[in-house]
């Protein structure tokens, strides 16, 4: 069974870092369209950051030059290094993959910046 299982989060105080984690397990013949989201509390989840398979990387303006998305495709594992923290990244943090031609999300994991 396909899933993509996250870990990393936590508490961090402003201007803090932390790094994030997605693996992916199972039967994995194709992955790629690799993404991070992102979603507060009472807002609608939005697209934090995407690697693709050649390894080109897009970002929320509002991240960019803080975040830094990367993929480890021997172990189906994609990163997301988070910098220079704000209150604003307060979330819960999901990880997103097109595994197989299907599409797979993670679990969350909560990020809390303190300020």
């Known amino acids: 069974q396909v899933q993509l299982v996250e870990s990393g989060g936590g508490l961090v105080q402003a201007g803090g870092s932390l790094r994030l984690s997605c693996a992916a397990s199972?039967?994995?013949?194709?992955?790629?369209?690799r993404r991070w989201y992102r979603q507060a509390p009472g807002k609608q989840r939005e697209l934090v950051a995407v690697?693709?398979?050649?390894?080109?990387?897009t970002y929320a303006d509002s991240v960019k030059g803080r975040f830094a998305i990367s993929a480890d495709n021997a172990k189906n594992t994609v990163y997301l290094q988070m910098n220079s923290l704000k209150p604003e990244d307060t979330a819960v943090y999901y990880c997103?993959?097109?595994?197989?031609?299907?599409?797979?999300w993670g679990q969350g994991t909560q990020v809390t910046v303190s300020s």
């Open positions: 997103y993959a097109v595994i197989n031609s299907r599409t797979y």
């Open positions: 199972g039967s994995i013949f194709s992955i790629y369209a």
């Open positions: 690697i693709t398979r050649e390894g080109n990387t």
